[in-house]
Nanobody
């Protein structure tokens, strides 16, 4: 059974930083595109950042310049470094792994930005 286990969420003050990690139990992790999505209360789930097998990245406009996605294929792990956090970043953050034929989701980790 494939598992995506997120960690690193929590409560942080505006302007602070958090680093999310997602460990993926896929032997073929390196061929998957992986990404982070988020869902705030009353809103639809949205893509925050993605990274392709070749390490090309893409970001939502709202987080460009503040968030950085990276992956370590040797550790089957994807990271999301979040800096200059804003209250609007408050949401449950989900890890996603996608190939041409399959897609997996993590359970989510809560990020709350508040003073």
């Amino acid at each position: 059974q494939v598992q995506l286990v997120e960690s690193g969420g929590g409560l942080v003050q505006p302007g602070g930083s958090l680093r999310l990690s997602c460990a993926v139990s896929l032997i073929t992790f390196s061929i998957y595109a992986v990404g982070w999505y988020r869902q705030a209360p009353g809103k639809q789930r949205e893509l925050v950042a993605g990274i392709a097998p070749g390490h090309n990245t893409n970001y939502a406009n709202a987080v460009k310049g503040r968030f950085t996605i990276s992956r370590d294929n040797a550790k089957n792990t994807v990271y999301l470094q979040m800096d200059s956090l804003e209250p609007e970043d408050t949401a449950v953050y989900y890890c996603n792994a996608k190939s041409l034929t399959t897609e997996y989701w993590g359970q989510g980790t809560q990020v709350t930005v508040s003073s």
